[in-house]
């Protein structure tokens, strides 16, 4: 298989733009090298002290994450290694292995195995909006922060949907097939205008909620299925029950996020719930359709026409034809008639990737340069004002550490001794992240800080940013 892979290795990086988190020459302790143990210190892997220097920072990026956001890293002075697809898991677990962070979008699964090898990650980048494909838990235990893009591609999505309604319901797909094919073929049995029908929206979060103005703006009438009791738009309603949900659309669309909850939620018994003659839209994940019972809803006339965008299995990269992933049932969906198959193309436009890219490239930077979590998936989110490193003696320390207590006091013991200028704290479940600007330091504290600190009992990870 071709794969395109470059490394992109940005040019000498211009410090005096990098955030203000680069060392400034004229900085006490800005030393070379020394032999201190910990700029970021982690998982047993102590690494040298040094002033943070952007291009000491490696990245590996996967699936052919937007120009935008590659601009920004290699911008920043990062190391970037950039491939097109995702990686099979032994290759990706060897690469992982170096790098500092890895940006990813839904195919590749970073499951406990591959991140039990990533002795030196700090920050995954999901650039989408799904991050099912990472263990968020195990990556929380080990001090590295998780960030994806939860609504840049929404509106994308509920596009394709409403576009795939009218094509469902007026039968483009097997019209078009058949004039490919040369077949002239004018019918209107079962052909259906989608004004007054009634469209029903599984999950209203982002995607469903947008879709339900949407489809209202076309004249459709929109009920909605959630496990929240949500405001509806328009005059949208809620129904309590799945069962009566189903049993009152013509259309329905599923916008959940891949859970074991949501696993094969529209099976048999719930199609066997739906409308005669009805149709069903996946663009969440493809757990959530039980794909043989569909094939069979469709071949006994119940459901008149489905789309569907995702699947169990998907292929690695473009050009892996559809064809072993899904236990064989591929030849049975590409036999039915009006069905429309799509290579997981929901968020998959120009406005979605570049906003995606911009929005978690910032956010990793950020994380990077600044130890800032704003809008991480599985850390407390923690901001302090930008890092005045221009400053000379200044340095932020950082301290993941497990909520447990009496953390606080041990560490202000520690800090207590310097000028602690600004100090935040947050916790999320089991884990807590501690943020420190301390003025007056010299290398040698701040060697005794993060030494003092990566004794703790409590401790995930220290970083020292100066
Ligand atoms: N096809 C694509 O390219 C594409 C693009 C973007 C997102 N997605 C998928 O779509 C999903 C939804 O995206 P979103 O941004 O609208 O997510 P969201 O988190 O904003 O909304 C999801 C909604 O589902 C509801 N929900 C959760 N579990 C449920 C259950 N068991 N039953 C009913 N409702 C339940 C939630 O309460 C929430 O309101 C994502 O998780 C992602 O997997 C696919
Ligand atoms: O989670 C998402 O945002 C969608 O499934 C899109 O994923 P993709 O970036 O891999 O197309």
């Known amino acids: 298989m071709t794969q395109a892979q470059d490394i992109l290795r940005a040019p000498e990086a211009d410090y005096s733009h990098s955030l203000g988190v680069s060392a400034s ?27 943070f220097n952007t291009q000491d920072i490696k990245i590996l990026l996967l699936e052919n994450v937007n120009q935008s956001g590659r601009d920004i890293l290699t911008g920043q002075g990062y190391q970037v290694e ?18 500092h962070v890895v940006g990813i979008r839904s195919k590749t699964k970073l499951n406990e195995k591959v991140l039990r090898e990533a002795k030196n990650l700090l920050v995954i980048g999901c650039f989408c909006i799904g991050t099912n494909q990472v263990d968020l838990e195990y990556a929380a235990e080990h001090g590295i922060a998780v960030f994806n893009s939860p609504f840049a591609n929404s ?33 209107s049995s079962k052909c259906w205008e989608i004004r007054g029908k009634t ?42 029950k799945l069962e009566d949900f189903l049993s009152e659309a013509d259309f329905v669309t599923l916008h959940v996020p891949e859970l074991p909850e949501t696993k094969n ?39 008149a026409g489905a789309a569907l965008d995702v699947y169990p299995g998907e292929p690695r990269a473009n050009g892996d034809y559809f064809n072993n992933s899904l236990n064989g049932w591929e030849e049975d969906l590409r036999s039915l008639n009006n069905i429309i198959l799509t290579p997981h193309i929901g968020g998959s436009t120009e406005e979605a990737q570049r906003a995606i890219g911009v929005e978690v490239s910032d956010a990793l930077v950020r994380y990077i340069n600044q130890g800032i979590t704003l809008g991480s998936v599985n850390m407390p989110e923690v901001n302090l004002r930008s890092l005045t490193l221009e400053e000379p003696d200044h340095a932020r320390v950082i301290y993941i550490h497990n909520n447990i207590p009496g953390v606080l006091r041990q560490v202000n013991e520690i800090l207590g001794n310097h000028n602690v200028d600004k100090q935040i704290s947050d916790s999320r479940g089991d884990f807590a992240y501690l943020m420190a600007d301390v003025s007056d330091v010299q290398i040698s504290d701040l060697k005794e800080i993060h030494d003092s600190l990566e004794a703790l009992g409590s401790r995930i990870m220290t970083r020292v940013l100066y």
């Open 265 to 303: 939620m529209i099976s048999a018994k719930q199609l066997g719930q739906m409308k005669n003659g009805s149709y069903l839209i996946n663009a969440s994940r493809g757990t959530v359709v039980d794909i043989p019972a569909l094939i069979n809803a469709m071949r006994i006339g119940k459901i």
């Open 155 to 187: 509106r994308s999505v509920a596009e394709l949907v409403i576009g795939e309604i009218i094509t469902l319901a007026r039968q483009l797909g097997d019209r078009s097939n058949e004039m490919h094919r040369g077949t002239w073929n004018k019918v």
């Open 25 to 51: 020459p004229t900085a006490t302790f800005h030393s070379p090298l020394s032999s201190f143990s910990g700029v970021f210190s982690q998982r047993g892997q102590p690494k040298q002290l040094k002033p």
């Open 199 to 240: 469209l029903g929206i599984v999950g209203y979060g982002h995607i469903g909620s947008q879709l339900s103005v949407l489809a209202e703006a076309m004249g459709m009438n929109v009920i909605y299925y959630d496990v929240v009791s949500l405001m509806a738009l328009g005059t949208a309603r809620q129904i309590p």
């Open 82 to 99: 950039f491939h097109t697809s995702s990686l099979p898991e032994d290759q990706l677990i060897e690469k992982i292995r170096d790098v």
